[in-house]
């Protein structure tokens, strides 16, 4: 069976437009990384418009491309966006609230670092919770953090 290559014009919106090669199976998210390394957009501030006589949004980086009829010759709008920054609380053992600027995406790790610096704890030590889910990997968003949530920071227990 041929695998079939599609032609997408990619336009911005300072007029210019770029035409990308992809397959009709590929994903959203995979278009997304190919953007990213041919324009220079990182995955997370790209907003993705198919127009097709009326507006559809390309948000769902799992989906395939034809699942939202993209076709050869069609054009999708790139809308680069910065991610808001929000607040959220940070409350330790002792029950002391800490107050932190974030980016929905910035990474579980990073923001250990962060907390590392400012409270004290070795990352090591670190146990964060959101919503009686413990926060290992990934970004803060995979955890449904969002603008005025507490994460609870706990110790890890030493010893066995």
């Known amino acids: 069976m041929a695998t079939f290559i599609i032609d997408l014009t990619i336009s911005l919106m300072n007029g210019s437009s770029h035409i ?47 699942s939202y009829g993209l076709h050869s010759g069609a054009r999708v709008n790139l809308l680069v966006t910065t991610p808001a920054i ?26 250990k670092s962060r907390v590392h610096a400012r409270e004290g704890v070795p990352v090591d030590q670190q146990r964060l919770t959101h919503e009686s889910r413990e926060m290992n990997e990934g970004k803060l968003s995979d955890y449904n953090v969002r603008a005025n949530s507490t994460i609870f920071l706990m110790l890890r227990l030493r010893g066995g």
């Open 20 to 66: 990308l090669r992809v397959r009709p199976h590929d994903t959203v998210g995979s278009l997304k990384i190919l953007i990213q390394q041919k324009l220079g957009f990182s995955c997370e501030s790209q907003k993705l418009v198919f127009e097709n006589g009326c507006s559809t949004t390309l948000n769902n980086d799992s989906a395939t491309l034809e």
């Open 86 to 111: 929000i607040q959220v609380f940070l409350k330790n053992e002792k029950g002391v609230n800490s107050t932190y600027d974030i980016k929905p995406d910035e990474t579980v790790s990073h923001f």
